[in-house]
């Protein structure tokens, strides 16, 4: 039985479509960006972030972008933690760890009544709308502003409590992969399993 989902969404611009390492894409939309190879689809569940790749290739393609790739500030991080809370507070969500990158986002999530696209999309919406309340948003200031967002997302369904504790650590663990400091968010509630391993 899925206990709990590990939600990783990224930044506009961190990982693209045809990714050498492989992506989640199985179309690219952007005629520049097609230059630079056709979509890289892979179905597994585990991270290919550290497997060998043309580094170089990956930053060219990079360089079609549109606009430049989103790189969040301390300031926006918290912003995007408010907008966290505030879809908590909007549909009870039970977050158990929550990690907040310059360039994508960890959560560790309890089972949920929604689909994890829409839990995904919901906290995606509300961290956007908490960047544009606060006037912070970094993607350019044009009539039609683009999500600084990424589409879509990868989704790891967590069905035993070893699953949720490694997956905590892992998200705990991500800024001071990166020299930053661990994050202490307020609407993090802490796991514990129960005598039947549930929570």
Same mark, same amino acid.
């Given at each position: ?64 972008? !549109? ?5 969040? /500030?301390? =300031?926006?991080? +918290? %912003? ?6 505030? &879809? ?25 009544? !929604? ?5 995904? /999309?919901? =906290?995606?919406? +509300? %961290? ?6 606060? &006037? ?64």
């Amino acid at each position: 039985m899925i206990l709990a989902h590990h939600l990783i969404f990224i930044a506009y611009g961190f990982w693209l479509p045809n990714d050498p390492r492989g992506s989640w894409s199985t179309w690219v939309r952007s005629w520049d960006l097609f230059r630079y190879g056709p979509a890289t689809k892979t179905d597994t569940r585990r991270s290919v972030a550290a497997t060998t790749h043309d580094a170089a290739l990956r930053r060219a393609a990079k360089s079609a972008l !549109r606009y430049p790739p989103v790189k969040f /500030d301390g =300031l926006q991080a +918290r %912003a995007i933690a408010r907008g966290f809370a505030q &879809a908590s507070k909007e549909y009870g969500y039970t977050i158990h760890a929550c990690a907040i990158l310059p360039d994508h986002v960890h959560l560790v999530v309890a089972r949920h009544a !929604r689909t994890t696209e829409q839990l995904r /999309d919901h =906290l995606k919406s +509300r %961290a956007t709308r908490q960047l544009n309340i606060e &006037a912070i948003n970094p993607m350019p200031d044009v009539p039609a502003k683009p999500s600084p967002w990424a589409r879509k997302g990868w989704q790891a369904f967590l069905d035993s409590p070893e699953d949720i504790e490694r997956a905590i650590r892992y998200a705990r663990n991500n800024p001071l992969k990166d020299g930053l400091r661990e994050q202490h968010w307020p609407f993090v509630v802490p796991w514990s399993a129960g005598p039947d391993g549930h929570r």
